[in-house]
């Protein structure tokens, strides 16, 4: 419910980062052109990043609870921005305090007790931060380098409760002002016990696992690059925005394998692949392509374990949920292909009619 409301905040917030995206895209269109070949990194070497990831979880969950106040004031003073947004939107401390009728210091104290034991599990599991510094500096030259504007964000680390009613939560990162946040207790491994099978099945868990947080960062910044508005659109179109976001995470993580754009195990990544001419003949043949009946449109875009409409099997192989934006990706693809001259920028800001017309995407 906290993040939910994060989420709408954000949605609403007519902060810098519409002034930042459209500054990006008319300085970058001037700048830049694509690398024309999907699979080729651009030489980013001379682009410099410096990320250092603030331990928020650890001032925070440290703090001397019988100088409570004080305690609080020295994280505030490190924090400045951050930790009330964190007790807005991550940490229920205050609904805490009302519901029980207690004073805020002693919601906090019990918050931190309830939440110690998780805070724990994640120093175990997370001693240093150094792999991720790493992934993130090397990622962040190619946002620099097709979004010249970009600028390399506060990173830090979070830990909360875990809040199964939010969907958006499964990725684990937030970015928000120029702020990524990593809430860490989303990457313990798919095994960890406290994450409820019934609330997090088999194929949400998989991706809690620690190679996933830089993807899933760059997957949070390119929602503030090129936000999703394609709510009202058709189901082709809505294939090809959503696939956009993936097609440019990819630009922002070459050589990273597909699957932890996607979300999809190996048996599904490479069903797809091979798969891919039947999956369009069979939208063809079965779907109108430019349907608005949302019922139709929520079974090939959104979170789910597979595509009811596909073939799928037990053993995981077979069509996974969310294959709408993997289709529209491969159209993009091939659009990019066709249209060799356009930059990303331009590609981005191509409406999804456009792009499904002139790429005569007819995949074997």
Known sequence: MIVQTFSKFRN?????????????????TTLLSSCRNSDAAPDVSAIK???????????????????LQQSLQAVEHKYPAFLSL????????RE??????????????????????????????????????KGLEDHFRYIKHYFPLFQTPVVLTSVESLNPENPGEIYGTTFYQDTLIISLQMFLGRDYEAYDP????????????PEYIV????????GELYPDSSQSASLVERMIENGKQWWLMKKFLPGTPDSLITGYNTQQTNWVAKEEGNIWGFLNQNENLFTLEQATIQGYIGEAPFTQTLPHGNNGEGAPGNIGPWIGWQIIKKFEERNDKLSVQQILRTPAKKIFAEAKYKPK
Do not use: W
Not at 114 to 122: E, G
């Open 96 to 133: 805490i305090a009302e519901r029980n009728n207690i004073p805020f210091d002693a919601a906090l104290t019990e918050y931190l007790r309830f939440i110690r034991p998780l805070y724990n599990t994640v120093q175990q599991k997370f001693p240093n931060t150094g792999n991720i510094e």
């Open 49 to 67: 990043t410096d990320v250092t990831v603030l331990r928020f979880d650890k001032d925070f969950f440290t703090m001397d609870t019988t100088h």
């Open 215 to 222: 993807p899933n960062s760059i997957r949070a910044i390119v």
């Open 12 to 28: 609403n917030s007519k902060t810098k980062p519409a002034l930042f995206v459209c500054c990006c895209f008319l300085v970058a």
């Open 198 to 209: 019934t609330q997090y099945p088999a194929y949400l868990r998989r991706r809690f696992e």
């Open 86 to 93: 964190y007790f807005k939107f991550f940490a229920p401390v």
